[in-house]
């Protein structure tokens, strides 16, 4: 019999056909449904990208701002959900928390929507919404300070910092959180939306799908790389110490987090624009120690480590947990946030399994032992 093909970890395995993201890797250009990043950030928002995600056309000024108000509506948490966070174990892991409240929040949908077998996740929006308001939410909790109601106002971005923070955040600052959400919305078929297609495929529920999803994001391999820049920015300490450091990294076969990446093979389009968001941060509060450290990391990487045959950039993680830090948020906060972001391509990913789903079912290879006969226990 023919061996089927094995690929470790699914790599160069073409799973499905797309039209949510196509990301070109050496030109650096990632695109949802065909829009560059670069328009998207300068000219649109987190709950416009979301409405081109999910509806796969860009919105008239009438369905844009339906869309909105539907959103903005769904941002207020029951007192069910804050007493659920209120009792979260301190110990406890916020991307747990997140899917728990994904699961929790299932039981709000009238049945009908929700065991539909292709139940339309537009319908149930409070999944791309509320994550942001938990996210905030048990921040505020977890510093002892009350729950903040939504301000409908504010874009999605700047609505999470000022639940976050309790105090509106500046026009800028709503601005950069808010594009930096819609940074993260969508990148094709990482591990998190591969889950959610998975799950999705065996027409279980939006929220059993989101849940997963969640889960994956949060290994190491997957989300958190942001956090690890900014603790090598703490061991560095100063733009001073970065030559020092850097040799000393190379020595040891460091890697240099933030850089390098599997499909880019020049900068990643959206580090080149969340470096702008660091700049304007770094001037607005007039602290340029991660900007001064990380441009001169990125020229010592470039130099040494970026060969022809081997590219290596820096990657989206490289300056947004420094943009993120500026906007008061504390590390362990990076990847739920990142989940904020990506929640509407899981949704749109989901939809597209449903509209021409078959389960996904691959084999694997069989290493284990030859048919052999049961022991019983006296015998063994
Ligand atoms: N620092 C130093 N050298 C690097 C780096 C880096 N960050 N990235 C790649 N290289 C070098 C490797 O040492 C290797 O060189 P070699 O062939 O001489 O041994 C070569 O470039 C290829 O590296 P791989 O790790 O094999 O490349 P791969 O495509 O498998 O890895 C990855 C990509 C995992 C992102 C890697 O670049 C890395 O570990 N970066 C640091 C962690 C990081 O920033 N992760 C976030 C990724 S983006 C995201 O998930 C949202």
């Known amino acids: 019999m023919e061996q089927p093909t094995f690929s470790k970890g699914l790599e160069g395995v073409v799973a499905a056909s797309s039209d949510i993201c196509n990301i070109d890797g050496n030109a650096g250009k990632l695109y949802y449904r065909g829009y560059s990043i670069e328009d998207l950030a300068r000219h649109s928002s987190f709950e416009e990208v979301t409405f081109l995600l999910l509806n796969e056309h860009l919105p008239t000024k009438t369905e844009l701002e339906d869309f909105q ?102 026009d800028y600052e709503d601005r950069i959180m808010d594009v930096c959400l819609l940074l993260h919305a969508e990148h094709g078929f990482n591990a998190s939306t591969f889950t959610a297609r998975v799950v999705a ?85 007039n602290d340029f120690r991660d900007y001064d450290i990380l441009k001169k990391l990125e020229a010592k990487a470039l130099e040494v480590l970026s060969t022809k045959d081997n590219p290596v950039y820096p990657n989206v993680d490289f300056f947004s947990g420094s943009v993120f830090k500026l906007l008061g948020i504390p590390p362990y906060l990076f990847t739920p946030i990142f989940a904020i972001g990506r929640v509407p391509g899981w949704l749109a990913h989901i939809l597209e399994q449903r509209k021409d789903n078959r389960l996904y079912r691959p084999k694997s290879l069989y290493h284990g032992p030859d048919p052999r006969p049961y022991v019983l226990t006296e015998d063994r």
């Open 69 to 170: 108000g539907k959103m903005r509506k769904s941002r207020a948490l029951n007192p069910e959900i804050r007493e659920m966070i209120r009792n979260f174990p301190a110990e406890g892991k916020p991307m747990e928390l997140l899917q728990a409240v994904i699961s929790y929040l299932s039981g709000y949908v009238e049945h009908k929507i929700q065991h539909s077998a292709f139940c339309d996740c537009r319908i149930t929006l409070h999944q791309v919404v509320q994550l942001a308001s938990v996210v905030a939410t048990y921040q505020r909790l977890k510093e002892g300070k009350e729950y903040v109601e939504p301000d409908p106002t504010l874009s999605h971005g700047g609505n999470f910092l000022y639940m976050m923070r309790g105090k509106k955040p500046e």
């Open 201 to 285: 495929s065996t027409v279980s529920t939006c929220y059993s799908s989101i849940s997963a999803a969640i889960g994956a994001l949060s290994g190491p391999l997957h989300g958190g790389a942001n956090e690890e820049v900014l603790k090598m920015l703490d061991k560095i300490g100063s733009v001073k110490k970065v030559d020092g450091w850097f040799a000393k990294a190379i020595e040891n076969k460091q890697k240099i987090m933030g850089y390098g990446h599997r499909v880019y093979k020049t900068k990643d389009p959206r580090a080149v624009i969340i470096e702008g968001f660091l700049k304007e941060l770094s001037e607005k509060k």
